[in-house]
C-alpha cells in the first residue's frame, strides 16, 4: 500500500541547483520506491490527500519542517566511534598506530563490536544519514556484527571488511595471517552479506576494503582486483591522503595512489575513494575516465591530511563526489555539519590564512563552493557517486529522507517571516542545524527513527 507525504520539501536534482517544491504531495509505493510528485496544481492533488487520510496514510508536515532527502556518508570507520572527539593531536601515521589499531584490535569481542555499533547506526539515523558506507574491522564476526546492525536498524549501508596483511606497515597485534586468509575472508564477508537473513532487497551490500595500500600486500590488491570483477562489488580504500601517504606508494609503486589502484583493477564505476587530497589532474583523468568516486571529508582532512581537498576543482571537472565524516579522523558524525565545514574548508583555501602575506599571494582564487553546491554533495553527490537511485525527490528513487524542524525544542535556527526567503531558509538549515532538529528519519520508505 502506498503512503504519502505533504509539505515543504528542499532537494538538489543537479550539481548546484536547489529546488524548493511547495506543498508537495509525494506518494511513496510498498516498497519504499517514489511513485509520484504532485504540486497544488495537479488534477488529483486534493482528491489523494483526502483519499490519504481517510485511509490514515498521510504523514503532513508542520510550520518550520522541511523534508529533506537522507545524507549519505560516503565515508565512516564503524570501530573508530569511540575514539569520536579525541585522538587528534598526532599525525596519521603516528595516530594510526598509537590509537587507531589498538582500538580497532578489540573487535575481536564480539560482544564489544555489537555494542558499538548499535550505538553508532543509531546516532547517524538520529543525524538524517541514511546510507552509511563502512570500514569495519579486519575480523569476519564483527564485520558482520556491523552489516546486521544496519539491516536490524534499517539503514541502507555498504559495508567492507578491511584486508590487512602488509607486516611491514600492519602491528602483530592487528594483521591478516597472510594474503590467502585476506582473500578467503573477504570473499566469505561478501557471500554472508548477500546471502544474510531479511536483505533480500540488499539493503546491505558488501564492499571490498583494502584499507589502504601502505596496510596491502600486492599480493591481496591484486586478488581483490579479481574478486571486484567477479563479484561487482564496491570497492572503498583511502587515496592520497596525506603527504606520507602519497609519497609512501609513490616509493613503492612508482606511481600515484589513483594509477595504482587502476592498475589492480580497484578502479571501477563503484570505486569510493576517501580523501584524494593530493590527487593530481593526471589522477583526476584516470579516477574521471573509470567512473569512481570521491568522499571529501573536511573534518578529517585539517587533523590528518597537511592540505584540503580541491572540491571546487572536482565539482568543476563534473567528477563524482560526495562528503564522509571519516569517523573518527574527523570529530564529528554529522554529514550536514561537514556541509559547512566543506563550505568553510573552500573559503580558506580561497583566502588563504597567513595574514603576512599580500592577499594576492594568500589564498587561490576561485576556490569557493557555496552551501547548495554542499547540500548536493552530502545527498545526490553521494548517490551518484554510489550509483544508488537515491539523494533527491524523483520519480523512482527510494524514499530516503528526513524531517528537518527549523521550530524543534532547542533549535539554534531562526527564521523571520517576510525576511527570510526560501534559500535563506536552507542556508541557515546547512549552517546551524543540529540533530535536534532531525525529527524522523526514513529509509526506503520506512520510517527508522523518531525523535
Ligand atoms: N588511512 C588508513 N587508515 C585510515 C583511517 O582509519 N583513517 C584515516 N583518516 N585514514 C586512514
Ligand atoms: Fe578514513
Same mark, same amino acid.
Given at each position: 500500500m502506498s503512503q504519502y507525504f505533504l509539505g515543504n520539501a528542499y532537494h538538489a536534482p543537479k550539481q548546484g541547483e536547489i529546488e524548493f517544491l511547495r506543498k508537495t504531495l509525494i506518494e511513496v509505493d510498498g516498497q519504499g520506491n517514489i511513485q509520484s510528485l504532485m504540486d497544488?496544481?495537479? %488534477?488529483?492533488y486534493q482528491s489523494s490527500i483526502d483519499t490519504a487520510e481517510q485511509e490514515g496514510t498521510l504523514t503532513i508536515l508542520q510550520a518550520g519542517q522541511y523534508l529533506l532527502p537522507g545524507l549519505i556518508d560516503?565515508?565512516?570507520? %564503524?570501530?573508530q566511534f569511540p575514539q569520536l572527539g579525541k585522538a587528534?593531536?598526532?599525525p596519521l601515521e603516528d595516530w594510526l598506530q598509537q590509537c587507531t589499531f589498538p582500538l580497532e584490535a578489540r573487535y575481536q569481542d564480539e560482544a564489544f563490536a555489537a555494542n558499538v555499533y548499535q550505538k553508532l547506526v543509531s546516532t547517524l539515523l538520529a543525524n538524517g544519514t541514511t546510507t552509511g558506507l563502512y570500514f569495519a574491522t579486519l575480523h569476519l564476526e564483527a564485520s558482520t556484527i556491523l552489516a546486521k546492525t544496519c539491516l536490524e536498524l534499517g539503514q541502507r549501508a555498504f559495508v567492507g571488511k578491511l584486508n590487512m596483511d602488509n607486516k611491514a606497515e600492519c602491528p602483530e597485534f592487528y594483521c591478516e595471517e597472510n594474503a590467502e586468509v585476506s582473500l578467503e575472508t573477504t570473499i566469505e564477508f561478501i557471500n554472508r552479506v548477500k546471502t544474510m537473513l531479511g536483505n533480500d532487497h540488499q539493503l546491505v551490500q558488501p564492499v571490498i576494503t583494502p584499507r589502504f595500500i601502505p596496510s596491502c600486500s600486492d599480493q591481496v590488491l591484486e586478488g581483490l582486483g579479481e574478486i571486484a570483477e567477479q563479484t561487482d562489488c564496491h570497492i572503498q580504500t583511502h587515496c592520497s591522503e596525506s603527504d606520507w601517504e602519497h609519497n609512501y606508494v609513490i616509493d613503492r609503486h612508482g606511481k600515484t595512489d589513483s594509477h595504482s589502484l587502476n592498475d589492480f583493477g580497484l578502479l571501477t564505476r563503484h570505486t569510493i575513494l576517501a580523501h584524494?587530497?593530493?590527487?593530481?589532474e593526471d589522477d583526476c583523468d584516470v579516477i574521471q575516465e573509470k567512473g569512481a568516486g570521491i568522499a571529501h571529508c573536511p573534518l578529517s582532512n585539517y587533523y590528518f591530511s597537511n592540505a584540503v581537498f580541491p572540491l571546487r576543482r572536482a565539482l568543476d571537472r563534473q567528477m563524482h563526489v560526495g562528503l564522509g565524516t571519516d569517523i573518527s579522523g574527523g570529530p564529528s558524525a554529522s554529514i550536514i555539519e561537514n556541509c559547512r565545514h566543506a563550505v568553510h574548508a573552500s573559503r580558506l583555501r580561497e583566502?588563504?590564512?597567513?595574514? %603576512?602575506?599580500?592577499q594576492s599571494q594568500r589564498g587561490l582564487a576561485g576556490s569557493r563552493i557555496d552551501f547548495m553546491e554542499a547540500f548536493w554533495c552530502a545527498t545526490r553527490g553521494g548517490a551518484i557517486a554510489l550509483d544508488i537511485p537515491a539523494g533527491s525527490f524523483e520519480v523512482g528513487h527510494k524514499f530516503d529522507a528526513f524531517i528537518m524542524d527549523i521550530n524543534a525544542p532547542n533549535s539554534n535556527i531562526t527564521a523571520y517571516d517576510n525576511y527570510d526567503d526560501e534559500m535563506d531558509i536552507l542556508q541557515k538549515i546547512i549552517s546551524g542545524a543540529g540533530r535536534?532538529?532531525?525529527?524522523k528519519t526514513w529509509v526506503d520508505g520506512k520510517l527508522v527513527y523518531e525523535q
Open positions: 497544488e496544481n495537479h %488534477a488529483n560516503l565515508h565512516i570507520h %564503524a570501530p587528534l593531536h598526532l584524494s587530497n593530493f590527487i593530481s583566502e588563504g590564512t597567513n595574514p %603576512a602575506l599580500e535536534q532538529n532531525v525529527m
